[in-house]
């Protein structure tokens, strides 16, 4: 008769471990997807499973990676606010804790990523616009010239039409507005 393989403590934490594992590492080829670092990314799915705060000597345990690696690393994760430092040390460290909420961290990660962009891009636009108009109506312009900055005022402005639009969308995801998860 065939033995079933038994498990004690130590193989269903080691199961639980690969388990883990696997998901950490998809959490690492998701950010990495996003144009975030994979090691960071790994990071924060070893601090996602973490019960408890971690500091910077636990993280460079896990990790495998230098201090100041680590250091850049959390300060990455704190500016997309997927980590929190706590107020409150352990022996003197920082302690840090990640959001475990993958609603809240979709929410903010993508609010930063694009309004950034929407500032980057209507910034440039915005800037434009005004010098391709005067240049358009300038007596002096030849008519292909001319023909060439209307083409182009017309596609800006097509593009502030998206980045108003994309606004109001970054505005209503930061205020929830499409977490409605009842």
């Known amino acids: 008769m065939e033995q079933k393989p038994t498990k004690d403590c130590a193989g269903v934490s080691q199961s639980r471990n690969e ?6 590492e998809a959490i690492a080829q998701t950010m990495d997807l996003y ?3 994979h090691s960071f990314g790994k990071l924060y799915g070893i601090m996602f499973f973490e019960d408890k705060p971690m500091t910077l000597e636990d993280m460079k345990d896990y990790m495998n990676m230098s201090k100041s690696n680590m250091s850049y690393a959390i300060r990455s994760l704190m500016d997309s606010r997927m980590v929190t ?11 840090y804790v990640a959001e475990t909420d993958f609603f809240q961290t979709f929410r903010v990660f993508f609010t930063l990523k694009l309004q950034r962009e929407i500032d980057i ?6 800037q434009v616009i005004p010098e391709l108009s005067e240049i358009a109506l300038a007596e002096g312009t030849p ?8 083409r182009d ?3 800006l402005r097509h593009g502030v039409s998206y980045y108003t639009w ?3 969308f970054v ?8 977490l409605d998860l009842q």
Do not use: P, S, T
């Open 35 to 37: 144009g975030a670092n």
């Open 19 to 24: 388990l883990r594992a696997q998901v950490i």
């Open 143 to 150: 008519d292909a010239e001319r023909q060439e900055c209307l």
């Open 85 to 95: 430092k706590l107020e409150e040390k352990k022996e003197r460290k920082d302690q």
């Open 121 to 126: 891009m209507l910034g440039a636009i915005n």
């Open 171 to 178: 505005n209503r995801l930061r205020d929830g507005d499409f």
């Open 153 to 155: 005022l017309h596609k």
């Open 166 to 168: 994309l606004q109001n």
